[in-house]
């Protein structure tokens, strides 16, 4: 199976699940990763989707947030309203998983323009809950191709916040993984690279970065994904596949 990009953000964002974590579950690659996650090393890890469903156990990848299957197989379902103000705001969530059009050097995230607020090249989705996962989620990983569009200087808009100037906000960004490395944030917020994966050069992200990158004393090889991560990624995609 080639390991393209997505297949590297999947596996990516899936090794940094722990066991037993509540992790708040998007749609797309977060959704891959955190079934190939709990199918592989993190088997009690906490799936909770957006639409207020708890510790789901899905059989097959599913197509959505509302997606039947989720509800068959949770502990619980809550109103949208008492999972964001009584689980999340509350510090209940481990990890949220984020994503978005554009994030800068501080890990603010843009899904709401491209373009001026008032006269945009696209209007997206907004925000949903990102703003509140990107808040109060213990630690967020963010999961992004990696090319200058989506790493500006500066997001033409900021949807869910990342580090203030200067600090590192105890529950702002923590990861972000992308298809050329995986990236942190130092003690002044910023973020910075701290590991590659095979092939790809530091000239490269820089190359693909807005921005004056950040490079850890140290750079990491990231392992490829093992045969186990291409088995069951490769099964979740045929799900995927043949879902109508």
Same mark, same amino acid.
């Given at each position: ?39 592989? /090393? ?51 969530? &481990? ?50 191709? /990696? ?8 997001? &033409? ?28 944030? &130092? ?9 590659? /994966? ?47």
């Amino acid at each position: 199976m080639p390991v393209d990009g997505q297949s590297r953000l999947a596996v990516g964002g899936a090794r940094l699940l722990r066991d037993g974590e509540r992790v708040l579950v998007g749609v797309g690659t977060p959704n891959l990763a955190a079934n190939i996650a709990k199918r592989l /090393h993190a088997p009690r890890l906490v799936l909770i989707y957006e639409s207020g469903v708890v510790d789901a156990a899905p059989p097959k990848l599913p197509l959505s947030i509302g997606d039947p299957d989720l509800v068959r197989t949770s502990l619980c379902v809550l109103p949208i309203h008492d999972l964001f103000s009584q689980y999340l705001q509350t510090g209940w969530i &481990d990890v949220g998983f984020m994503g978005g059009a554009q994030i800068d050097r501080r890990g603010n995230l843009n899904s709401t323009v491209i373009g001026p607020y008032e006269s945009p090249t696209a209007r997206l989705a907004g925000s949903g809950g990102a703003a509140d996962i990107a808040s109060f989620a213990r630690r967020t990983i963010v999961l992004m191709p /990696h090319d200058l569009r989506r790493f500006p200087e500066h997001v &033409d808009f900021v949807t869910s916040p990342g580090h203030p100037p200067g600090a590192r906000r105890p529950n702002g960004p923590a990861t972000v993984v992308t298809d050329l490395g995986s990236f942190d944030y &130092d003690e002044d917020g910023e973020m910075r690279l701290v590991a590659l /994966h095979p092939g790809v050069t530091v000239e490269e992200v820089r190359a693909k970065t807005g921005w004056p990158l950040r490079i850890a004393p140290r750079i990491e090889e990231i392992p490829p994904p093992t045969p186990d991560e291409l088995r069951v990624l490769g099964e979740l995609r045929r799900q995927e596949e043949m879902n109508p």
